[in-house]
């Protein structure tokens, strides 16, 4: 059984920065993809960053200046670093396991989530 807990949300200041966590058990990420979402208030769940099982990674285009994702295989854990935080960023952050290994964009072809970690940026 897959779980994944993110952890590392907060609330921080314009420009700030936070660093989340995701760690997976069920599933080793030298075989895994997996990526990160995020869904604000009244919005639907968006693409963040893909972190494929071969280290490769790929960002939404939102993303590609500021956030850095990164994974630790030894650790078993994804990381997102998240720069220069804006008020638009605030959200809920998840991490989820592609159902297939592919670096689907969409929220449909992930089959496990975790709890999701809260991140608020105040202006």
């Known amino acids: 059984q897959v779980q994944l807990i993110e952890s590392g949300g907060g609330s921080v200041q314009v420009g700030e920065s936070l660093r989340l966590s995701c760690a997976v058990s069920?599933?080793?990420?030298?075989?895994?993809?997996m990526a990160w979402f995020r869904q604000a208030p009244g919005k639907k769940r968006e693409y963040v960053a893909n972190?494929?099982?071969?280290?490769?990674?790929y960002y939404a285009e939102f993303a590609e200046h500021r956030f850095e994702a990164s994974k630790n295989n030894a650790e078993n854990t994804i990381f997102l670093q998240m720069n220069d935080l804006k008020p638009d960023d605030t959200a809920v952050y998840y991490c989820?396991?592609?159902?297939?290994?592919?670096?689907?964009?969409?929220?449909?072809?992930?089959?496990?989530w975790g709890q999701g970690t809260q991140v608020t940026v105040a202006s």
């Open positions: 972190v494929h099982w071969s280290g490769v990674l």
């Open positions: 989820a396991v592609s159902g297939d290994g592919g670096l689907s964009r969409r929220a449909v072809d992930y089959t496990d």
């Open positions: 069920g599933r080793s990420l030298q075989s895994t993809t």
